[in-house]
């Protein structure tokens, strides 16, 4: 299925910026768009990642945007095996970059490592060098290919090759060419000139040894590989074999192109790479020269303002969801900085278990296969004709202002084969750069979902320094920082109902009671006539119950007669559990002396009512004090001490004459307490 009227690529890649991986990608864009179809680029790694080199190929299983994609390419390091055969699996083309596949037919476009390495080496030994190292990540097919070539070109030129020249570099950047700079020092730097794999790792190797006090070229020449912006305005600019990035993406969308009207297909492409001298090698005679044009300065400028607006976008987004705790980051007010047409997030509708590595805890199912994991879409915007971010959150926006709004689901979750849905993907302006990016939004605890946004591509920036993938793990953050305040305040107020509520009957324990009471004898200080009253409550017999039904038995007549004095009292009033079959009232507003003796009778009526519990009815009965707020009261503790006084005066007076119908006591009265008891009577029929 596509959208529009050409197609939709797919790019499956482990970032989705940077001047290499951006720089491929903007080739197949540009291609795409003269076929007037769309371009879906699909982050790989889990976002953060520094590089693509030191965590090996990502286990990437879910078939994002499948429904929408007609074709895919896949750049080395993206996904594994598995995944590719899926993908063919399911009908649609697919076409490798730098690197193929053993028994798989799927055709590959390949940068013609070994020639330009061969150029390079060739023009190396023309200027007289014998003793030619090479240093680079081995562990890498495409670094292994320019092995090869450097090895071809010294047994071409009569050189045998030395493995003590060899130094390997744990990754292809900067700091790579820094560990091999070091390895070269402490062997006595035993060469004088250098083929570096990368040019990031010729930058860190350069600067490795500039630092030590060499001096370059004199002591060691040096080539790296990519051609890389930089490499032009380092001192000394680096010599380095131009590998066409850009060609090796529209490559490969010809062989798409190729494959869906059924022509054939070569297995594998080749895409020229040249060595290109300059001063790292000891050439300024037919080098590139070191002085800019007036184009090349205004391009220059370009890139420094572009990477400086990119700076300050960056630093205003990560601000933003570092104070995520002020706002939510679900609704992506955040990304509204950024030059981005239209955003989606998406959050897994059904996430996998927390425990355990990250990936036990993603949707676990392999491409294609039934069970479809399900984002749920929680917010969007799209940018307006006038370039205002428009809010659509999770339905579609009905302003007038937003005809034209991301179209989402009113409810239920999407397929992740649906993500982003189309609506977005008819944001994007191929002919003006613009293209779909998703990437994941995962912590090293969670993983959250999916970001889908609209925008361009960042091409001038080392690989994993686009906004994309920052974006992706700032967000995962933020929403980590959520939880985890959630989670605290939900802990909080579990600590705090501990601390004040009865656990087993919910009602407020003696603490808060005599917190709320203490507040009322302030008032009546205060208010002379206000007026409130304490209800002192034991249950008659309740060992009685936990000796021949048990203790659990008696825990639920607890919970029972809590319920039934709440029911009793107005919401003003409060009914707390004093500790064992105790209860405490605070009768709140007084207005009618007898007002107590009312709630004593009605809580007298409610619990004659048998409880039925595990098949038995009980009855509860209680001997209650009463002590009334009076002119004299000095505290909280006063009051209740004689609420308890009176209490322990009626139960005393209920054991004298147990079938005295009686009233409760109150204090400074002598009339007898109510004949109260607990009694566990069968169910008739049990």
């Known amino acids: 299925m596509g959208v529009g009227n050409g197609p939709v690529v797919g790019v499956l890649s482990p970032f989705v910026g940077g001047d290499y991986y951006g720089a491929i990608i903007a080739g197949i864009t540009r291609a795409v768009a003269a076929l007037d179809g769309r371009v879906v680029a699909i982050q790989t790694l889990s976002p953060g990642s520094d590089t693509a080199d030191a965590f090996g190929v990502p286990d990437f299983r879910h078939p994002v945007c499948w429904r929408h994609i007609s074709a895919f390419v896949v750049i080395v390091g993206a996904v594994d095996h598995d995944y590719v055969w899926a993908v063919q699996r399911s009908g649609k083309p697919v076409v490798l970059i730098s690197y ?12 013609d490592n070994r020639s330009g390495v061969r150029g390079a080496v060739e023009h190396l030994i023309a200027h007289g060098h014998t003793r030619i190292a090479f240093a680079g990540y081995l562990e890498v097919s495409d670094i292994r290919e320019r092995y090869e070539g450097y090895l071809a070109a010294l047994a071409a030129g009569g050189l045998t090759a030395d493995p003590s020249l060899v130094f390997h570099t744990p990754d292809n950047h900067e700091t790579g060419g820094v560990v091999a700079a070091d390895s070269m020092i402490r062997a006595g730097l035993p060469s004088t000139a250098v083929v570096v794999g990368t040019d990031r790792n010729a930058l860190g190797l350069s600067q490795a040894l500039i630092a030590a006090g060499h001096d370059l070229p004199a002591d060691q020449a040096v080539v790296g590989f990519d051609d890389i912006t930089a490499a ?92 995520a705790h002020t706002t939510d980051p679900r609704q992506l007010a955040w ?23 990250m990936e036990t805890r993603r949707p676990d199912r392999a ?31 009905g302003a007038v202002s937003c005809e034209a709004a991301i179209r989402l689901p009113t409810e239920g979750a999407t397929p992740v084969s649906e993500f982003p849905p189309a609506c977005l993907l008819e944001l994007a302006d191929e002919a003006a750069g613009d293209i779909v990016f998703v990437v994941p939004v995962q912590s090293p605890t969670r993983d959250w979902g999916m970001l889908a946004a609209v925008a361009r591509i960042q091409a001038k920036t080392p690989p994993g320094r686009e906004l994309m993938n920052e974006s992706g793990a700032l967000l995962a953050v933020a929403l980590d920082q959520d939880a985890m305040v959630q989670s605290l305040r939900a802990q909080e107020e579990m600590l705090r109902r501990a601390a ?18 203490e507040q009322a004898t302030k008032r009546h200080r205060r208010q002379p006539d206000y007026r409130f009253a304490v209800l002192f409550l034991d249950l008659d017999g309740f060992k009685q119950v936990n000796d021949t039904l048990g203790h659990a038995v008696g825990d639920r007549l607890l919970v029972g007669v809590a319920r039934r004095i709440t029911r009793e009292l107005r919401d003003t009033d409060t009914a707390a559990r004093f500790g064992g079959d105790e209860f405490l009232i605070l009768v709140d507003e007084v ?28 009855t ?67």
């Open 591 to 618: 207005t009618d002396p007898r007002q107590p003796v009312r709630v004593v009778e009605r809580l007298d009526v409610a619990l004659a009512r048998p409880f039925t519990i595990e098949g038995r009815h009980v």
């Open 100 to 111: 193929d596949i053993p028994d798989v037919v799927c055709p590959a476009v390949m940068p």
């Open 500 to 517: 004040l509520y009865d656990h087993l009957t919910g009602l407020p324990n003696r603490s808060l009671f005599l917190n709320r009471l």
């Open 620 to 686: 509860a009965s209680a001997s209650v004090g009463i002590a009334m707020s009076t002119a004299s009261s000095d505290s909280a503790e006063d009051l209740l001490r004689d609420a308890d006084g009176a209490m322990y005066a009626a139960k005393a007076r209920k054991k004298r004459q147990p079938d005295h119908p009686g009233r409760p006591h109150q204090q400074g009265r002598s009339d007898p307490a109510p004949a109260l008891t607990v009694r566990p009577t069968p169910v008739p029929g049990t």
């Open 232 to 323: 032009r305005y380092v001192t000394p600019s680096l010599a380095s074999v131009r590998q066409p990035l850009d060609v090796l993406g529209q490559t490969a969308v010809e062989l798409l192109v190729a494959q869906a009207r059924g022509d054939p297909v070569v297995a594998v492409r080749h895409v020229s790479t040249a060595f290109v001298p300059r001063e790292s090698c000891g050439c300024r005679a037919g080098a590139e020269s070191m002085y800019l044009s007036r184009d090349q300065a205004k391009e220059q400028f370009e890139d420094v303002s572009l990477l400086q607006s990119m700076l300050n976008t960056q630093y205003q987004i990560s601000m933003d969801l570092v104070r």
């Open 367 to 397: 491409p294609g296969d039934p069970g479809d994991p399900e984002v749920q879409v929680v917010s969007a915007f799209r940018r307006d004709q006038a370039g205002e971010a428009v809010t659509c959150g999770a339905i579609a926006c």
């Open 335 to 357: 990304l509204r900085r950024a030059p981005a047409r239209g955003g989606i997030l998406g959050l897994w509708a059904h996430p996998a278990v927390d425990d355990g590595p």
